[in-house]
């Protein structure tokens, strides 16, 4: 074995005995100890104890090779960083990165999840499934805490069996009162890293790393990081800490090139981790020129040794094609690798596969069973999935309650999407009970991150004040956030505020900016309103040819509204050529919507002949499908087929009854016929009735009802047909 010159072999010698020795499970024969060291094992004497190690504890500790300890097979993976201690070969399983389902490995972009992989090794700082050594429990391993123990039990008579060392030694060291034991231990591995000592030098660097036993301080752990990566011989492990500490700016300036010349020194070492995370390094541009090839090649030789990380980073090259030719199937096969090894991520991009039939046979059951495996794991957006699942009954029977769980599982894990379903759950009453208020909540916690359509649900819901009290300025905040997002509901709902001024200053020229916006991804309601904007010159110079054009977008995708008034552009002649036969077509296809005002127009059409052929009969269904949704003028126009029996079976009960709805509402021609009426059966009293009817008529300022109603009743389609022109929300 080969040292420092003035060195002595130290913790590295040790340790490479204790990789070459444990390849069996079978305890070796215990090697002799040093008088002291047997006198303190018999007598189990603390001063005994310190005094054999200050004669030379980093060189005796070697000589016992970790016989006799009963040490954990855990640590036998202490060679030199990832190489076997004997043969120099790269062990494809020691790797420091974070655990399978860290955050940091590539997910799906179709899935909102953008490609990125953290520098790796942050997960591996946890004490919970770290794979790399902690030397910062060596001293206590190899202080005298368990031949002390072993030199009581002498004493006492009992076995000196070897014995395990405490999973917590530090802790058992507190309870027997060692501390000049511990302090002697620092005080030589310091002694030691100060010689050069690479495996020495290591374990200051945990303990400032991890703060135990010291003030946490990454600089300093930095600092001896670098003393140990610069030796010859060094563990590849120390490369790939140090590339961490500049990769993440831990104790040293942030610096991605300096991250990449360690990484690459570890990764050519064959340190998987190290080689994943020079893999993301060329993915991404950081500290080298972006070249996806290379980045492949490196997920490619970590993901060889099997890091679950990198055969899913891999999968997710062969996916977009990045650095290699797209394959789907080698992506799923990949994806399928990291999978069985339990990785989170790439059992849900594998559920994705199969959900897609992206390198495999689509199979919505596989795409659950993948998706549920990572939502168990904690995976948010596998529990997203597998909540769209259950609404949408892919793979598994259709069931809104599981489906607003596991929306609820990923909602609490942060995930936007959920979160807005989650919300829209309970706006909709689907899985569980009617809640505006939660909804509300939900909608909001979505829209705080950014998600354009939880942002327009609540405008909605502060524009029509449920969840809370209304609130157009509220609701204005949130639908422009959504609007400058490019979300087109929002951009037109926005710009019916501007026209209306509702919660915002009343400014056309803004209305018809939003409009536009979204009328130019095809909303519909939005194309509809930029038509009204040019057809009234609000906003814009009156124009009705443009106004034709932006209401012909909006028909053409079956808005019912934009129908009927581009069918009453025919029949006026505004924009276009006028032509009655064209302005029925339009009221037909909005009537048949059930829109009432072009069932009334259409009925006009029937009545007069105009654009087709007289019928009644028709006339008399259209104004009755259009009564029936309260359209006055429909029931003035229906009472009236019963007064005459046009197009129905005559009918004097049926004719008032209609006319007095009509009346009811307004209509002054239905309330002159009803005086007509009242005025042939009320002659005794003078026709009070029908006076007062008269004159509720005549304050409606119809210049024909005093005089002649009866001149009005054979009125066509035009005037009353249109439809308000007020604003269309979305």
């Known amino acids: 074995m080969t040292t420092r010159p003035g060195a002595s072999p130290g913790f590295r010698g040790l340790l490479a005995g204790w990789a070459a020795g444990a390849e069996s499970e079978r305890p070796r024969a215990a090697t002799p100890a040093p008088p002291a060291l047997a006198r303190a094992r018999r007598q189990g004497s603390v001063t005994d104890a310190v005094a054999w190690l200050s004669s030379g504890a980093a060189s005796r500790m070697a000589e016992l090779g970790g016989a006799g300890l009963g ?11 990832g190489r076997n201690a004997e043969t120099g070969e790269p062990r494809p399983g020691v790797y420091a990165a974070g655990p399978p389902g860290s955050d940091q490995a590539a997910r799906r972009p179709e899935e909102g999840v953008a490609f990125s992989a953290d520098l790796g090794g942050q997960a591996g700082d946890s004490e919970e499934g770290r794979e790399d050594i902690d030397f910062a429990r060596l001293p206590d391993v190899f202080s005298l805490l ?38 002697e231990l620092k005080r030589c591995c310091r002694e030691e890293a100060g010689q050069g000592g690479v495996a020495a030098q290591y374990e200051p660097a945990g303990r400032y790393r991890h703060g135990r036993g010291t003030d946490k301080g990454e600089v300093k752990a930095a600092e001896w990081y670098a003393q140990a990566a610069e030796q010859e011989p060094v563990a590849a492990q120390f490369q790939f800490q140090l590339g961490n500490s500049y990769g993440l700016g831990r104790g040293v300036k942030q610096d991605y090139a300096r991250a990449v010349v360690w990484y690459t020194r570890a990764a050519e ?16 541009g950081q500290g080298v020129a972006q070249d996806y090839a290379r980045a492949a090649e490196w997920y490619r030789r970590a993901a060889d040794q099997g890091h679950a990380t990198a055969q899913s980073s891999l999968g997710l090259c062969y996916e977009q094609g990045r650095g290699v030719k797209q394959d ?55 529990q997203y999935n597998l909540g769209v699942c259950y609404e949408q009954g892919q793979g598994v029977r259709q069931d809104a309650a599981r489906a607003a769980e596991w929306y609820r599982r990923a909602a609490a894990r942060g995930h936007a999407a959920a979160q807005y379903n989650l919300g829209a759950c309970y706006d909709q009453g689907q899985g569980v009970q009617q809640d505006y208020a939660r ?41 422009r956030r959504a609007a400058e997002q490019g979300h087109a509901a929002a951009q037109n709902n926005l710009g019916v505020h501007c026209a209306q001024g509702q919660g915002v200053g009343q400014d056309y020229a803004q209305a018809v900016l939003w409009y536009r916006r979204a009328a130019e991804q095809g909303h519909a309601a939005a194309q509809y309103n930029l038509g009204v904007c040019y057809d009234q010159g609000q906003g814009v110079e009156q124009d009705y040819a443009q106004a034709v054009l932006w209401y012909r977008r909006a028909a053409a995708q079956g808005h019912a509204t934009t129908q009927l008034q581009l069918g009453l552009k025919y029949a006026l002649g505004e924009g276009v050529v006028q032509d009655q036969t064209a302005a029925v077509e339009w009221y037909t296809r909005a009537a048949e919507q059930g829109n009432a005002v072009a069932q009334y127009c259409l009925a006009g059409c029937f009545k007069s002949g105009m654009g087709v052929d007289q019928d009644e009969a028709q006339a008399a269904r259209w104004y009755k499908l259009a009564a029936e949704q309260s359209h006055a003028g429909a029931q003035r126009e229906l009472g009236l087929c019963y007064e005459h029996g046009t197009g129905v079976a005559s009918s004097r009960a ?36 029908a006076v007062e009817l008269h004159t509720e008529a ?24 249109e439809p308000p022109r007020g604003c269309v929300l979305a």
């Open 654 to 689: 049926l004719a008032v009854q209609w006319l007095t709805r009509a009346a009811e509402q307004g209509d002054a021609e239905a309330q002159c016929r009803l005086g007509c009426y009242d005025s042939e059966t009320d002659m005794a009293s003078g026709g009070a009735r």
């Open 146 to 183: 368990s031949l002390v123990s072993a030199g009581e039990g002498a004493a006492e008579g009992r076995s000196q069996a070897p014995l395990r060392v405490p999973k917590k030694p530090r802790a058992v060291a507190r309870r027997r009162n060692l501390p000049e034991v511990r302090a």
């Open 328 to 382: 789907y199937a080698r992506a799923a096969e990949w994806y399928r690798r990291a999978a069985a090894r339990g990785h989170a991520v790439a059992q849900y991009n594998l559920g994705v596969c199969y959900a897609q039939g992206q390198g495999v046979k689509q199979d919505y059951a596989r795409a659950v069973i993948w998706y549920r495996r990572a939502a168990e794991q904690g995976e948010a957006t596998a």
């Open 71 to 81: 040490l954990p097979l855990g640590y036998s993976q202490l060679g030199t960083a």
């Open 698 to 721: 005549a304050e409606q300022l119809d210049e024909h009802a005093a005089s002649a109603p009866g001149d009005l009743f054979g009125r066509g389609p035009g005037r009353e047909a």
């Open 439 to 479: 909804a509300v909540f939900w909608y909001r916690r979505a829209a705080e991150q950014g998600e354009a359509i939880a942002q327009y649900y609540l405008g909605v819901r502060y524009d029509q004040g449920q969840g809370g009290r209304q609130d157009c300025t509220q609701a204005v905040l949130w639908y």
């Open 269 to 284: 070492q064959g340190y998987a981790a190290a080689q994943y995370n020079l893999g993301v390094c060329y993915g991404q």
